[in-house]
Nanobody, 127 residues
Framework: QVQLLESGGGLVQPGGSLRLSCVVP????????MAWFRQPPGKGREFVAA????????SVKNTLKGRFTVSRDNAKNTLYLQMNRLESEDTAEYYC????????????????????WGQGTQVTVSS
């Protein structure tokens, strides 16, 4: 059974940076399509970024491109989310998700396609 473990969240000032990590212990991350979602306070869960299983092609939400970068280190079975120039609107609970399936690009943002989820890590951007 796949268990995802997020880390790296915390309190950061606007304009600062954070790097989130998602580890899949005992499982080859290269065999998974993995993604980041976030849930701002009082709002629904929204797609952030993903890495495809087969091609390792990345996808980032259009409004976050240029600030957020998703990557994967298969040797460490770890998914990363580099967040730069953070804004107060980035405040949210960030979740790691994964599926053993290979999703087409248009399906990457659909949380219904992911079978495994982490517990979340809180990111708070505030002065």
């Amino acid at each position: 059974q796949v268990q995802l473990l997020e880390s790296g969240g915390g309190l950061v000032q606007p304009g600062g940076s954070l790097r989130l990590s998602c580890v899949v212990p005992g499982r080859a991350s290269s065999g998974l399509t993995m993604a980041w979602f976030r849930q701002p306070p009082g709002k629904g869960r929204e797609f952030v970024a993903a890495v495809k299983r087969s091609s390792s092609m990345t996808s980032v939400k259009n409004t976050l491109k240029g600030r957020f970068t998703v990557s994967r280190d298969n040797a460490k079975n770890t998914l990363y989310l580099q967040m730069n120039r953070l804004e107060s609107e980035d405040t949210a609970e960030y979740y790691c998700a994964a599926t053993t399936g290979s999703l087409i690009t248009s399906s990457l943002a659909g949380n219904q396609y992911y079978d495994y989820w982490g517990q979340g890590t809180q990111v708070t951007v505030s002065s």
